[in-house]
């Protein structure tokens, strides 16, 4: 089983699929490659992708409103980079919150 943000609307295999001229199989292939890939990437990094279900798997209750922001460190020269995701994230965050939060 694959978790993913989104699945119910990832355009992606079906584009792929229409594209390419591919079948159900061929589909199925290429998403268990990618999760093969996807699980020997995280295990270098030491992550357990089983770890990882409860934020990869979307809440089904339409009246909660959830987001999942990753943020690759990395890529931020600010030895503060908490700080200074905060700051750059806050400002692009809807002012109206849902009535549930």
């Known amino acids: ?3 993913t943000f989104d699945a119910k609307g990832c355009l ?3 584009i ?10 061929d ?6 490659e990618g999760y093969k890939l ?10 357990s992708y089983d770890s990882l279900k409860g934020a990869l798997i979307p ?3 339409i009246e909660r409103f959830e987001t999942c922001f ?3 460190s990395t890529q931020i020269e600010c030895a503060d980079y908490g700080n200074y995701v905060f700051q750059k994230m806050i400002p ?3 002012k109206e919150l849902p009535s549930s939060f």
């Open 27 to 32: 589909v199925y292939k290429s998403i268990q």
């Open 12 to 14: 992606f295999y079906p």
């Open 16 to 25: 792929m699929k229409s594209f390419f001229g591919l079948d159900d199989n």
């Open 92 to 94: 692009l965050l809807d």
């Open 59 to 61: 809440n089904q209750d």
């Open 38 to 47: 996807l699980q020997k990437q995280l295990s270098i990094k030491t992550v």
């Open 1 to 3: 089983m694959i978790y």
């Open 70 to 72: 990753v943020i690759d």
